[in-house]
């Protein structure tokens, strides 16, 4: 065993006190008492590195472990030999969460994983999983995308196909086999119709199906088709033709990259979109051919069946270029130090594509203060009417200003339109009363914030055309392609760590604060952080069975599995919260191998509940994990009586885990705090909860953890 930090001292404090009085006259013999800050940093410069203070004999399955940021490891640098020098394990602490994996558009990139992963096979150090369940950190953004209302914005040209009958809820012109009926609300959106079909024994493709009248079309051209179909459980379809030269085709109807003669289906709405360019007449039919599975029952949308020429003259013209931003914007804008500008890829409606953002930094005396102008390429008619749609949120509630300007500032306004939290669609009209109407401004004076905009469509009243349809996922959609993300996560990043990543918090943080006996959720709460998406609100109590189901299916059948959690120190009643919803979880033929404390503490956190904690979770006789150790000063400038105090909490916590909790149950602990954080962290900036300090020095904590570690 190596000396400790104490005896140091004691042997420092006696050679001190038996120092004699030297006659000044003497220079051969004038000696200086060294500082004692310096000779106690000497001391702490001495000591061994903190994992020789284990008995890993007595200990054999004991981690000692340091959390610290994945790429300042991977990048092989001082904290990685500092690391490796001390600790048998590293934890990321940020780098293998679900929001740094997962990108915009739903692609998760392992490199920094893999990076890290080299990095410690090179060391011989083991890395702990953290965390793959857990309601912050996520890509939010892109799982609510997924949720949100589907935007289906009808082609601004002129249907070929008649859908008169259809709208009136007659099935005339149109021809059917099996059980194949027109239905109200069965359509996309609210109050819309829609066909039904119905298959019972799944014998033959065309046993169900649904053939469209003659579609007039202009040989030699391209016609494009657009289908939205969905079933009532998983099912598949399949569109053949009369009238070209292969009524059989295979196409790749979803745009997944394979042709098929057929297309799968489920709950949601999916689109069918292909183009049909070797019509041998003068129209052509579709059949619409469901029997493919029995028991299945089918819908196809009405309003957004379409046969168009891409080529044709629009119905609809855009006097707004680019207005879903995806290309840029041709907007200006001004006044009290606002900002504009395009969105990263990912921030537009529905978690898709780009937006337009104004940033106003405070309310203004006039709302024309702070604007935006678009220019048209020509002024408008006198005496038309224009509508405008478009797209609006905001990262606080205020009121913006839409109008129609000439260049001496007269105009047309459309109103206020009241700014949310949520994407909302506005929809208003105006008409143009001057024959100078140039630009399009918007007015930000009265909102304090951000504002986004995105699909901005200003246009004649008097063209039809370019209808847009809201389709609002059920809650039964909404479970379903959450657990298909949730099984896509976390298959994924098991499947990448698998070969050297053996220990996982699969659940981190379930168990509320108000109500330590229930689980966090974010229903009802309107104001939550970019990063928090909550997936126990949509698989409900039994998502931490679900994800060790996959944690066991995708990873290696001897994993050990943790559910992790904070405050367990500071609230018993959490504590227990965590043991019986471990005990609930295993009661549905799953197993938790062990609980992680977290333990966020101060120098003056309570003791007793510290040893309270240890001993209830020893009783589960689960394994017992330290994760996120570290201990704050409550100050910026600790004094030296505070830092013996942090010296003191540091050794009282690895004392009581081996003193209360059993050596099978001991895991290990991890130091969340390895150094103190600087001022610009995210993590308790400027706080001195370290075991180093900035500069990488030994603190007395250093020497405390390592004193409380000795007694294994």
């Known amino acids: 065993m190596k000396q400790l930090y104490n005896k140091y001292i004691g042997v420092l404090a006696v050679s001190i006190g038996l120092s004699s009085c030297v006659d000044y006259m003497d220079t051969n013999d004038y000696q200086v008492e060294k500082p004692a800050n310096i000779a106690e940093q000497e001391v702490l410069n001495a000591m061994g590195t903190l994992g020789s203070y284990i ?45 740094a994996i997962v990108q915009s558009n739903g692609n998760m990139n392992f490199d920094g994983v893999n990076a890290t992963i080299e990095a410690a096979s090179a060391a011989g150090t083991s890395i702990y999983g953290h965390t793959l369940v857990w309601h912050a950190n996520q890509n939010a953004g892109y799982l609510n995308g997924l949720l949100a209302p589907l935007v289906v914005e009808s082609p601004p040209f002129k249907n070929e196909l008649d859908l008169t009958p259809l709208m009136s809820g007659s099935m005339e012109g149109w021809q059917t086999k099996g059980e194949v009926k027109h239905m109200e609300n069965e359509g996309m959106g609210e109050g819309t119709s829609g066909i039904m079909l119905s298959a019972v024994s799944g014998s033959d493709p065309e046993s169900v199906q649904l053939t ?5 079309v202009i040989p030699g051209k391209p016609y494009e088709v657009i289908v939205y179909v969905k079933s009532d459980v998983p099912g598949q379809g399949g569109i053949t033709f009369e009238g070209l030269e292969n009524n059989q085709p295979a196409i790749d109807w979803m745009n997944t990259g394979t042709d098929s003669t057929s297309f799968g289906t489920d709950i949601s709405w999916k689109e069918i979109r292909f183009t049909v360019n070797d019509v041998v007449g003068d129209s052509f039919q579709m059949h619409f051919n469901f029997g493919y599975e029995p028991n299945v029952n089918y819908s196809i949308d009405i309003s957004n069946l379409y046969v168009y020429d891409p080529t044709g003259e629009p119905a609809i013209n855009n006097l707004v270029a680019d207005g879903d931003f995806e290309n840029g914007n041709g907007w200006g ?82 109103g206020q339109v009241g700014v949310t939290k949520e994407w909302k669609q506005v929809t208003l009209s105006t008409v143009a009363t001057a024959d100078d109407r140039i630009r399009f401004v918007i007015s930000y004076g009265e909102f304090a914030g951000t504002v986004y905009l995105d699909n901005v469509v200003l246009s004649s009243a008097n063209l039809s055309g370019g209808s847009t349809t809201l389709v609002y996922k059920t809650d039964e959609e909404k479970r379903s392609i959450v657990e298909g993300e949730f099984e896509r996560w976390i298959s994924g990043m098991l499947t990448t760590t698998k070969d050297y990543i053996k220990a996982w918090d699969i659940v981190n943080e379930p168990m509320d604060d108000a109500n330590p006996s229930e689980l966090k959720t974010g229903v009802g709460n309107t104001d939550l952080a970019a990063d928090i998406f909550y997936w126990q609100d949509y698989l409900g109590k039994d998502y931490a069975v679900k994800a060790i189901e996959l944690a066991e299916q995708y990873g290696n059948p001897d994993d050990l599995l943790f559910i992790n959690d904070y405050n367990l120190e500071y609230s018993l009643e959490k504590c227990q919260g965590i043991i019986d919803y471990v005990n609930y979880i295993e009661t549905k033929g799953v197993t938790v191998d062990g609980i992680g404390t977290q333990m966020h503490i101060n120098i003056d956190s309570d003791k007793d509940k510290i040893v309270s904690m240890f001993k209830m979770l020893a009783a589960t006789g689960k394994l017992v994990k330290v994760s996120e150790l570290d201990v704050r000063v409550n100050t910026t400038t600790p004094t030296a009586e505070i830092l013996q105090m ?42 001195k909860q370290g075991l180093w300090d900035l500069n990488l020095n030994r603190k007395p904590a250093y020497a405390g953890f390592a004193e409380g570690l000795e007694g294994m």
């Open 55 to 99: 008995d890993t004999i007595a200990n054999p399955n004991f981690k000692l472990g340091g959390a610290i940021d994945m790429n300042q490891y991977s990048s092989r640098g001082l904290m990685y030999r500092l690391i490796n020098s001390n600790f048998h394990e590293v934890t990321a602490g940020y780098g293998m969460k679900h929001g």
């Open 212 to 216: 469209t009248p003659p579609i007039p």
């Open 333 to 414: 804008g001004w006044g009290n130090g606002s900002s504009r500008g395009v969105t990263e890829d990912g921030m537009g409606f529905g978690g898709s594509g780009k937006a337009f953002s104004v940033t106003n930094p405070s309310k203004t005396a006039g709302f024309w203060e702070v604007q935006t102008s678009y220019d048209f390429a020509a002024p408008l008619n006198n005496g038309e009417e224009y509508k405008l749609s478009f797209w609006v949120k905001g990262d606080a509630e205020g009121i913006i200003r839409p109008e129609l300007q000439s260049p001496n500032y007269s105009s047309n306004g459309f």
């Open 646 to 687: 942090q010296r003191e909490m540091y050794k009282y916590v690895a004392e009581m885990y081996v003193q209360h909790v059993p050596e099978a149950q001991r895991y290990g602990i991890t130091v969340w705090g390895v150094t103190d954080s600087p001022e610009n962290a995210n993590w308790l900036p400027g706080e």
